[in-house]
Structures are given as C-alpha cells and as structure tokens.
C-alpha cells in the first residue's frame, strides 16, 4: 500500500511540473526573443519526455500487479526464504540457489509468462533491479500475446 501512495505522490508531483512547465514555456513564447523561445521549446520537450515517462512507468507498474496479483491468486508466487538480509534482500546463498532454479524453469518454459514473471520477482529480491524489469516486461508482453 505504501508504494501505492509513493506512486500517486510522484505522479502528481510530475505532473504539476508537466503544468508549471507548460505555463512558464507560454510565458516564454509569450516575450519574443528567440533565447527564450528556444528556452521554452526545451521545456515543452523535457515536459512531454517526463508525461511520456510517467505513462509508460505507471502502464508497467499496473500490468505487473495485475500478474503479480493473478499468479498469486494461482499459488504461484516464489516462496520467500527466512532468512533475509536486513534491507529485504536475497542471502547471497539464497539469491545464487533461486536464481539458477527460477532461471532453468524460465529457459526451459519460453513462453510461460508465469516463468517469467517469477524469475523477474526472485531478481528484484536478489537486488538485480534492471534483469527483474526485464523479465517482468517479458511476463508482461507473453501475458498479453496468451
């Protein structure tokens, strides 16, 4: 629930500077002179990039809870190991053991986005942060295609 309410606070920030962006780069169109038109073309643009950006972010984030939610209602969410380091993370032990289990089961099912789903969950909590998304994205582009 907590990084639900991270979420809405980060989106509604970007969105005022998206809005406040918006309003300075008119005022900036609004005087004439071309520095400050090109100041308020590079702030329409860096607005746009960061709309685009939170859009795509919350598309991922609201696909993956829905698998998330889905493969748990199924039973099928990894078991979390008891002993974790203080920060939540994978014992290198642990993390090494479950990455190469939920690794050969995601190689050996291609197109299973369970797998994938599931090796993306054992990555996040092994702190391999960019393999997880990349394994999400996959569960997430399989999930869609089934």
């Excluded at 990084?3 to 008119?26: E, K, P, T």
């Excluded at 979390?80 to 479950?98: I, T």
């Excluded at 990555?123 to 399989?142: Q, S, V, W």
């Amino acid at each position: 629930m907590g990084s639900r309410i991270g979420v809405v606070i980060m989106a509604a920030l970007l969105l005022l500077y998206v809005l406040v962006a918006g309003w300075y780069a008119v005022a900036l169109f609004s005087g004439g002179q071309p520095l400050a038109v090109a100041m308020g073309v590079a702030l329409v643009v860096l607005a746009v990039i960061g709309g685009w950006a939170l859009v795509r972010e919350l598309l991922f984030g609201l696909s993956a809870d829905r698998l998330g939610r889905a493969l748990d209602a199924e039973g099928g969410m990894p078991p979390a190991p008891e002993n974790l380091r203080p920060n939540g993370r994978l014992q290198p032990d642990d993390a090494e053991r479950l990455l190469g289990e939920y690794g050969a089961a995601a190689d050996a099912a291609p197109a299973d986005w369970r797998a994938q789903y599931r090796l993306g969950v054992v990555r996040d909590a092994a702190g391999r942060r960019k393999e997880a998304r990349a394994a999400i994205r996959d569960a997430i582009r399989l999930a869609k295609n089934a």
